[in-house]
């Protein structure tokens, strides 16, 4: 697989924006629990997230129509997502009583923001990395992008815990690492060069049109995300206040899974090209299934436990991201691929801002069997497991063969995992050294 020029700093843009995603993400959560949010303020501030996702994709699609410029509206949006972390970086400055209002609209602004540019994106990568090794080569910057949030984002948790607990300018100092290494990315996005945009006509109705294979796509896309998104906010609340760890030992737990999907990335890749998107679909799916499920049975005495199942956590969710990105990009039109992503983002993100509500309140207020946190993950476990029945039908344009689920999972065990593991690092280290592979 050759690269362009485009295709190296579309990695380099991968890989900084990684880092920026690295210093920020992973703490919002640990920061709103330093500013005192509770179990279902957590939930809100992941709903409106959310929110800021799905009011953002008609806009972001009818801009492209107006512009007609598809880079200069990602470098806009992507200036606009990452100074909103500003307002975020000098809440230790500001009243106490305005923190957690000035970090839910920032933090709201900066996902409007990011997916405000998600259709233009989109349309525009899918012209800069050819169809026929878009697998392998999105397997290769995702894992890049992997290593470089591991570096990231373990430093900033040990360098969290030099602070006294309570201390609010480690939180700050970070978040501002995040604004400058995302401004550096977009600085790599400006130098793709892509095609000229080739927009077909449409009309608003085209954004209520769904059909085919991309209606059944959307329906198990949006009936998972609601399966994961009720349960995604409170591993980390469940890992800092339930398990009792410090910043370091959670990232440290986070980096486990990050390495895990780092490693298996191009194992994906290799399988996605050769055997499709359908059956790797499903076996991430179970992946990701189990991870809540596994999660109810650790506690503070046997927290070594957790290292296996985020193991399976990472690498299950290097597929889903994976997979699924590649399987939209089969099912939908080039020619109408702007508005279908807006479409497809709609539908996608409405259950992601009712799931982490519902789970917050769920966790708060509701015990059956057992209570709390718990419940919410056997209840996102189940719904996970659901969502496969949602697959049965669904098919890919360009695949000249159907394989099972069944085939493509042995084939993806039949590597050794430790010989595999070792081929990984080893690659790694290699190409961090500069040798010939």
């Known amino acids: 697989m050759k690269q362009t020029k485009d295709m190296r700093n579309l990695l380099r843009n991968g890989i900084w924006g990684s880092t920026a995603d690295a210093f920020t993400a992973p703490f919002i959560i640990p920061f709103a629990l330093a500013l005192g949010a509770t179990e279902l303020v957590i939930g ?29 509206i990602n470098v806009a949006c992507e200036i606009l997502a990452k100074t909103s972390w500003l307002a975020i970086v000098l809440i230790p400055f500001l009243p106490s009583d ?3 209002t000035v970090m839910i609209v920032s933090i709201t602004l900066s996902s409007f923001f990011v997916n405000l540019s998600y259709p233009a994106w989109t349309s525009f990568i899918a012209d800069v ?33 030099l602070f006294p607990k309570g201390n609010l300018l480690g939180f700050s100092s970070i978040f501002l690492f995040g604004v400058i290494a995302g401004i550096i990315a977009v600085g790599y996005y400006s130098r793709l060069r892509g095609k000229p945009v080739r927009l077909a006509e449409h009309s608003f109705r085209d954004y209520l049109k769904v059909t085919g294979n991309m209606r059944r796509f959307l329906a198990f896309t949006a009936f998972f995300n609601f399966s994961y998104m009720i349960a995604s906010p409170f591993f980390a609340v469940y890992m800092l206040n339930n398990l009792g760890m410090d910043y370091g030992s959670y990232v440290l737990f986070a980096a ?39 999660y109810i049975f650790i506690n503070q005495q046997n927290l070594l436990m957790l290292i296996p199942v ?45 799931a982490p509500i519902i789970g917050g309140l769920v966790a708060q207020n509701l015990s059956f069997i057992i209570p709390g946190i718990p419940l919410v993950f056997l209840l996102s476990s189940i719904l996970r497991f659901s969502s496969l029945a949602l697959l049965k039908d669904l098919k890919e ?15 993806f065990v039949s590597i050794h995992p430790v010989k595999g593991l070792v081929h990984e690092i080893r690659t790694v280290e290699k190409r961090m050294l500069g040798k010939r592979l």
């Open 129 to 161: 990395v050819p169809k026929e090794f878009r697998g392998r080569y999105f397997g290769n910057r995702n894992m890049w992008m992997g290593f470089a949030a591991i570096i990231a984002s373990v430093a900033a948790g040990f360098y969290l815990d």
């Open 397 to 411: 344009s360009h695949v000249k063969r159907m394989y099972s689920t069944e085939h493509a999972f042995r084939v």
């Open 98 to 100: 305005s923190w957690l």
């Open 44 to 72: 809100i501030i992941n709903s409106l997230q959310n929110l800021g996702m799905l009011a953002s994709q008609v806009p972001g699609a009818e801009i492209v129509w107006f512009f007609r410029k598809r880079k200069m």
């Open 256 to 294: 486990i899974a990050a390495f895990a999907g780092l490693v298996s990335q191009r194992h994906w890749g290799r399988l996605m090209d050769k055997f499709g998107c359908r059956p790797m679909i499903g076996i991430s799916v179970v992946g990701a299934a189990f991870v809540p499920f596994l």
């Open 310 to 354: 985020q193991i399976l956590s990472g690498v299950a969710w290097a597929g889903v991201g994976l997979v699924t990105f590649n399987m939209f990009l089969d099912v939908s039109d080039r020619k109408k691929l702007v508005t279908q992503t807006a479409n497809y983002n709609i539908i996608a993100t409405l259950p992601m801002v009712i």
